[in-house]
C-alpha cells in the first residue's frame, strides 16, 4: 500500500519568491529615479550578466546552455528596465515585470541542472512507502556467518574507515561484546593509512580507550605487512570491576595495550618472594621484539611513586620482569660480614647490593693482573666505609694490605691492626707510593719456583710474593700539597700503568673521577680499564660531568639520586599544625647510595656498612695480617723507601740536605718548626735503630724456626 508525493525543491521556491518581490523593484525603480542607486544595481547586474553570456556565446564552451539560462533572468531584467526608462507611464513598465516574473517561475527549475549536464529531480513523483523504512543493503558476505556480516555492516555504516574492508571478525570467549578483526586496505598494494582509534570506537560505538590497533604477526599461511592490521575493540573487559581481573586481564587492559606503559605486550605469569618481599609480573612481546617500557606509567598503573624507588624493570630477549618492591632495597643497611667480603674463586666480593635486590660485586684481580679501584663521592658519601671493604676483601684474599689517608680519621684508625701499614698526611702517602714503584723493580728480578721470571696473574703457580693493595683516601686532596702534590700525581700514573704485572694494585677514593690535577688522563684510562668503578650520592649537578668522565655516553647516564629513599612518611602532621610543632626532618639515608659501573651499565647500589656504631671490625677480617718478604723488605731498606714513613723528611730523601731553604720548607710542611733539622737526625738515627732492631728479630724468628 502505498501513495504518490510531489516534491518541489527548497531552492527552487526561494527563487520564485525572489521573482516576485523582483517585480515591483522593476517597475518602480527606472520610473521613480532612473539615476538612482537601485536603478543603478539592476543596470550593473544586468550588465554584467550581459557581458558573460556574449563571452559563453563565443567562447564556445562545454554546457554553456545551463548557463546561459541560470543568467538569463538578469540579461531580461537589464532589458526591461532599458525599456522602462524609454517609456511614459507605468501600464506597460508592469505588464513587462509581471511577464518577466511569470517566466522566471516557469523556468526556474531548469537552473538546478547538474555540472555533469544532468537534470536535478524537478517535482518528480516519488513512492512513499507506508510501511517502515527498509534495512540497508548487506555488503558482500562472502559465505559470512551473522556476526561477521553485522561486523562488516558497521563498518561500511561508518564510511570505511582508513579505506580498509573487515576481511574476519571473532568473538572474545566470555564478552559478549569483545572481539577482535582483521582489515585489509581497500586497494591492494596499498597500506592502510589514516586509521586511529576514535575512528573505529565511534563505528562500534565504543570509547576509544577500548580499542587497540595492532600490526599483523606474520604466521604459516596469514599475510602481514602495511596492507593489514589487527584491531580489538574490548568494551566488556573495560567494564569489568578490577577486583574481577584475572592478572592477565589487567595486564591487558592497564599495561600491555598500544598505549600503556610496556606497549605491545602479553602477560605470562605472576609470582611473590614473601622471604625478599617482592611481586614480579613476567610478560612477553607480541612481535618478538625488545620490550620497551616506562616506569612512571608502571608506577601509575600500580598507584605507587616514582620517587620511592619500588618498580624495577629487567628485560631477557623479548621478555620483560617487572619487579614491585614492598621496601626500596636501597633504603635497607647491610651489615658486613666476613662471607660477603672473602673473595670467591672468579676473585669477586660483595660490596653492598643493587636496587633489585642481587648483590653488587666487586673484583680483586682481572685477566690482565690485579685490580684497581675507584671510589667517588663527596664528604660524607661513603668511601671511608669502601675502603674499610675493600680492605678486609683484600686481607681476606691473602694479599697485603696498605692503607693512606690524607688525614686522620676515626674510621680508618680501626683498620691499623688488620692491615701491614697505616699512615696520614701527603707525607706518608708519597712514601708509600715510592715503595712501590721500587717493589715492581724489585718483583721483576724475583726468581719464581720454575726458576723463571713471569708477570703475575690470576692462575700464577710458584709466585714468590704475595699480592698488594695500596688504598689512598681523599687522594685528591693530597695530590694538592705544595711539596709532595705532583710527585704523588706522578708515582699514582705509574702504579695504575704498571702495578698489575707485579700484583700490585691501586684504589684511591676522591670527590671526582674527571682528568684534573691528581688524575691524569692516563692515571684515569688504566683505573677504568682494570677496576670496577663505585660513585657514591653524586650530586646532581656534577653527575653528567663525572659520568662523562668515566667513558658513558649522554643516553646511558642515570637519572639523579632522590633526597631521601624512605617509602613511609610519617602521620600526624594535622596534630602537628594544629600545635605548631615543628615537622620531623627527612631522613638523609642516601649515604652509601649510587652507582657501580661494569662495562656500560651503572646499577644503583647501597654499600656494606662496615663500621657499625659500637662494634668492632675483627669478625671481618683474618687472624693473620700478610706483610711483604724479608727479602722484598731488604731490598726496599737498600734503596732508602722502607723505614718509619711517619717520621719527618730524612736526610737525603727529598733531594740536598746541604741546601737549608729545602730543609726548612720540609720540616715546616712535617709540622716541626724550626726544629726539623735537629729532628730529621734524630729521626735518622731512629730509623738505624728500627731497622737493626727488625733484622735482630728476623735472625731470632730465623733461630726459633731452626
Not at 336 to 364: C, K, M, S
Amino acid at each position: 500500500m502505498s501513495v504518490i508525493a510531489w516534491r518541489t525543491p527548497r531552492s527552487v521556491v526561494l527563487e520564485r519568491w525572489g521573482y516576485v518581490a523582483a517585480a515591483p523593484v522593476l517597475v518602480v525603480a527606472p520610473n521613480a529615479s532612473s539615476d538612482g542607486t537601485v536603478n543603478g544595481l539592476i543596470l550593473t547586474a544586468g550588465a554584467a550578466a550581459t557581458a558573460w553570456a556574449a563571452k559563453l556565446v563565443f567562447s564556445a564552451g562545454h554546457d554553456i546552455g545551463r548557463a546561459l539560462v541560470r543568467l538569463s533572468p538578469l540579461v531580461s531584467a537589464l532589458a526591461i528596465d532599458i525599456a522602462a526608462m524609454e517609456t511614459t507611464g507605468w501600464g506597460w513598465d508592469a505588464l513587462m515585470a509581471g511577464g518577466w516574473t511569470m517566466l522566471g517561475c516557469l523556468l526556474s527549475p531548469l537552473s538546478k541542472t547538474s555540472r555533469r549536464g544532468r537534470p536535478a529531480r524537478v517535482a518528480i513523483p516519488q513512492l512513499v512507502a507506508a510501511t517502515p523504512r527498509e534495512t540497508p543493503p548487506q555488503p558482500v558476505t562472502d559465505q559470512a556467518d551473522n556476526f561477521l556480516q553485522d561486523v562488516r555492516h558497521l563498518w561500511a555504516r561508518a564510511g570505511m574507515p582508513g579505506r580498509t574492508i573487515v576481511v574476519h571478525a571473532h568473538r572474545h570467549e566470555g564478552m559478549p561484546h569483545d572481539f577482535t578483526m582483521m582489515l585489509r586496505a581497500s586497494e591492494e598494494g596499498r597500506p592502510i593509512t589514516g586509521l586511529n582509534e576514535v575512528d573505529v570506537a565511534a563505528a562500534f560505538e565504543v570509547e576509544p580507550e577500548e580499542v587497540e590497533i595492532l600490526p599483523v604477526k606474520r604466521t604459516p599461511g596469514r599475510p602481514s605487512g602495511p596492507g593489514w592490521t589487527e584491531v580489538h575493540i574490548t568494551p566488556d573487559a573495560a567494564a569489568r570491576p578490577r577486583k574481577e581481573m584475572t592478572d592477565a586481564q589487567w595486564w591487558d587492559l592497564k599495561v600491555g595495550h598500544a598505549k600503556g606503559p610496556v606497549p605491545g605486550t602479553k602477560f605470562v605469569r605472576k609470582g611473590r618472594d614473601r622471604e625478599r618481599g617482592f611481586t614480579y609480573w613476567i610478560a612477553r612481546t607480541t612481535d618478538g621484539g625488545e620490550p620497551m617500557w616506562s616506569t612512571p606509567g608502571m608506577c601509575a598503573a600500580l598507584s605507587v611513586k616514582p620517587e620511592d624507588n619500588l618498580v624495577q624493570f629487567f628485560d631477557d630477549g623479548d621478555q620483560v620482569m617487572v619487579q614491585v618492591w614492598d621496601v626500596s632495597p636501597l633504603s635497607k643497611i647491610y651489615p658486613a660480614t666476613r662471607e660477603l667480603l672473602t673473595p670467591g674463586p672468579d676473585g669477586r666480593y660483595v660490596i653492598g647490593f643493587l636496587e633489585n635486590g642481587q648483590p653488587a660485586r666487586n673484583r680483586v684481580y682481572t685477566p690482565r693482573g690485579a685490580a684497581h679501584d675507584m671510589y667517588i663521592a663527596p664528604s660524607g658519601g661513603g668511601k671511608t666505609e669502601l675502603i674499610g671493604a675493600a680492605a678486609a676483601a683484600y686481607a681476606n684474599w691473602g694479599a697485603i694490605v696498605m692503607v693512606a689517608a690524607e688525614s686522620p680519621d676515626g674510621k680508618t684508625r680501626r683498620l691499623a691492626e688488620h692491615v701491614s701499614r697505616l699512615g696520614y698526611g701527603a707525607l706518608f702517602m708519597v712514601r708509600l707510593l715510592r715503595a712501590l714503584i721500587a717493589l715492581m723493580d724489585i718483583r721483576g728480578e724475583m726468581q719464581w719456583a720454575d726458576g723463571g721470571y713471569h708477570d703475575w696473574s690470576p692462575d700464577a703457580e710458584g709466585c714468590p710474593y704475595l699480592p698488594l693493595k695500596a688504598l689512598l683516601d681523599e687522594y685528591l686532596t693530597a695530590t694538592r700539597h705544595p711539596l709532595y702534590g705532583a710527585e704523588i700525581t706522578n708515582l699514582a700514573e705509574q702504579a695504575t700503568v704498571k702495578g698489575r704485572k707485579y700484583a700490585i694494585g691501586l684504589g684511591p677514593g676522591a670527590q671526582s673521577a674527571e682528568v684534573q690535577d691528581g688524575f691524569t688522563r692516563l692515571m684515569a684510562e688504566n683505573i677504568r680499564e682494570n677496576s670496577i668503578p663505585v660513585l657514591l650520592r653524586t650530586p646532581p649537578g656534577r653527575l653528567v660531568e663525572e659520568f662523562k668522565a668515566l667513558g658513558f655516553p649522554r643516553d646511558k647516564i642515570p637519572e639523579p639520586l632522590p633526597r631521601t629513599f624512605t617509602a613511609t612518611k610519617s602521620t600526624g602532621r594535622f596534630d602537628r599544625i594544629m600545635k605548631g610543632e615543628a615537622e620531623p626532618p627527612a631522613d638523609p639515608n642516601t649515604g652509601g647510595v649510587g652507582w657501580i659501573i661494569e662495562g656500560n651499565e651503572a646499577p644503583r647500589l647501597r654499600t656494606l656498612q662496615v663500621f657499625v656504631p659500637g662494634m668492632g671490625i675483627d669478625h671481618l677480617f683474618p687472624d693473620l695480617v700478610a706483610h711483604l718478604t724479608d727479602h722484598e723488605i731488604r731490598e726496599l731498606e737498600k734503596r732508602g723507601v722502607w723505614f718509619d714513613w711517619t717520621l719527618p723528611p730524612q736526610p737525603g730523601e727529598f733531594g740536598d740536605d746541604e741546601d737549608e731553604d729545602e730543609d726548612e720548607g720540609a720540616t715546616r710542611a712535617s709540622g716541626k718548626g724550626k726544629r726539623g733539622k735537629k729532628s730529621r737526625r734524630r729521626g735518622a738515627a731512629s730509623t738505624a735503630g728500627s731497622a737493626a732492631l727488625a733484622e735482630a728479630g728476623r735472625m731470632m724468628d730465623s733461630f726459633l724456626e731452626d
